[in-house]
């Protein structure tokens, strides 16, 4: 799996990691905590404790394609931008 952030200008108040999975996974929750941890950007959000983190998507503040995310859901290989709600890029 690599994080990245991407080229494209994020929304006011979010933040982005694109997910690069080499093969599908099971769950978006699992993904998605590891990749927030790996992350440099966001401080604030890199310690994100897992109640904090289960928080952020009972209030519809991850989304995938600007749909709400859930975290069972599956991934699929290859790229996959996410943006999580009132965290900005700190650099």
């Given amino acids: 799996m690599t994080t990245s952030r991407g080229p494209k200008e994020n929304p006011k108040g979010s933040f982005r990691i ?3 999975l080499p093969t599908s996974m099971p769950r978006l929750d699992q ?5 927030i941890r790996k992350q ?4 604030e959000l890199k310690n994100i404790s897992r ?3 289960k928080t ?13 995310a859930i ?10 931008e996410i943006e999580i709600l ?4 700190e650099q």
């Fill in 18 to 20: 694109i997910l690069t």
């Fill in 31 to 35: 993904v998605l905590l590891e990749a």
């Fill in 40 to 43: 440099k950007q966001n401080l």
């Fill in 51 to 53: 109640t904090q983190f």
């Fill in 56 to 68: 952020l998507f009972k209030e519809k503040r991850i989304r995938i394609k600007g749909q709400n």
């Fill in 71 to 80: 975290p069972s859901s599956a991934l699929a290989q290859g790229t996959t």
């Fill in 86 to 89: 009132g965290f900005e890029d």
